[in-house]
């Protein structure tokens, strides 16, 4: 009896055993094989096509998208002339008050009323680049250009005239 007892006791134990190294190997395999799915992974991602731009010493061959939104502008031909009409469609459809249109009547050479631009003011440090108010002008007088490096020490420094000085609008002819 006491044999027999020994016997069970021998068999559960080598059981046990046996439970405790397939569980050990069972892990070690899962685990090689974790490890070789994240290798893959790391080999693939390392050899593919580098698509981080190394800014800021990439900055004289950064190509930016043609419709990336930098700061708005209003073109001036070459007789400094822009195509602003003074209307306030912009101001009017920007959501942060970014824009202030300053206009001013004036007398043209036949005698008839004109308002013009006297000023353009863009706070560019409340510009959230919506492009709002260049979908809303009639004239395509105001775009944005690809100039992103805005950080400056003083917010001031962020409000800007669109208008150049002396600028008037491109008569219709
Ligand atoms: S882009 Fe948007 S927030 Fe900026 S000035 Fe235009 S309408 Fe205003
Ligand atoms: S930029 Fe365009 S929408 Fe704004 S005031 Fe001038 S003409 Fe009007």
Redesign the pocket.
């Known amino acids: 009896m006491k044999k027999r007892k020994m016997e069970n006791k021998d068999i559960k134990s080598e059981t046990s055993q046996q439970h405790v190294a397939s569980g050990y190997f069972g892990g070690l395999i899962h685990g090689i094989g974790s490890l070789l799915t994240g290798m893959k992974t790391t080999m693939t991602v390392f050899f593919r096509a580098k698509t981080t731009e190394q800014y800021p010493e990439n900055r004289k061959t950064l190509v930016l998208p043609e419709r990336f ?1 930098g700061t ?1 502008t209003m073109p001036h031909n070459e007789q400094n002339e822009h195509r602003c009409v003074a209307c306030g469609l ?1 101001q009017l ?7 202030e249109i300053i206009s001013e009547m004036i007398e043209t050479e036949e005698g008839k009323k004109k308002k013009i631009l006297k000023t353009y003011h ?3 440090g ?9 979908n ?1 002008c009639p004239h395509d007088a ?1 775009t ?1 250009d690809q100039q992103f490096e805005h950080a400056v020490f003083n917010r001031k420094k962020l409000l800007m005239t669109l208008n150049h000085e002396g600028s008037k609008v491109i008569e219709k002819k």
């Open positions: 939104r708005l912009c459809s920007c959501p942060n008050d970014t824009i863009y706070d560019l409340a510009c959230m680049f919506c492009q709002l108010c260049v809303a105001i944005f």
